[in-house]
């Protein structure tokens, strides 16, 4: 399916690694312009070695000052991925204020300031947009120690339909794709014990994990004008873990 995405200039978060950095390689792929932002300036370094064209934009999106003064010149956007987050996992008897901090400025907070900033631009220049926020299961399911997790999530979800409703009549479309357990390094690394992979595959009827590029694809799909029709949506990518 032909998406149509080349001559657009995306911006996607947490691009250094895992599903930002797929999403970038995938846009590339297709023509599309991308400003990769990331905190981790390795990570940007070998993106770019990887994929020459890509802007890289390094800042702690934790930080809305320096996110503002990094996003101030980005220039025009078109398209924005919403990747970037953290999941600081605690009992819930143990939850630190840091750790609450920490996850609702990265994981809630630098969207609107992001999504603002983009669709701002988007506005004054007239033209429509698309604005897809990477959520998770964890919105809409409680998960044993990710009370601040599922909590940011289950935020994220309702942001976006609230977004959808606020810039729907200025032609920006704003969607969530909600990813079960992911096989990104990390979700590789947490769930190689078979056990405990055994606990969540047995909630999933499919059967398996999510592959990088199942999540990815929605993405760009949602991204494209294939998708016109489609906002505020919260997109399952779990392998019918949310239909149990």
Known sequence: ??????????LVTGAGKGIGRSTVLALHAAGAQ?????????DL???VCECPGVEPLCVDLGDWAATERALRDVGPVDLLVNN???ALLQPFLEITKEACDTSFEVNLRAVIQVSQVVARGLIARGVPGSIVNVSSQASQRALTNHSVYCSCKGALDMLTKVM??????HKIRVNAVNPTVVMTPMGQANWSDPQK????LDRIPL??????ENVVDTILFLLSDRS??????TLPVDGGFLAT
Not at 164 to 169: D, F, I, K, R, T
Not at 197 to 200: E, F, T
């Open 34 to 42: 991308v400003v990769a932002v990331s905190r981790t300036r390795a």
């Open 197 to 200: 992979a055994k606990s969540m």
């Open 84 to 86: 970037a987050a953290v």
């Open 45 to 47: 370094e070998s993106l």
């Open 164 to 169: 959808a409703l606020e810039l729907g009549p």
């Open 228 to 233: 016109s029709m489609t906002t505020g949506a």
């Open 1 to 10: 399916m032909e998406l149509g995405l080349a001559g657009r200039r995306a």
């Open 207 to 212: 059967g398996r994990f999510a592959e990088m």
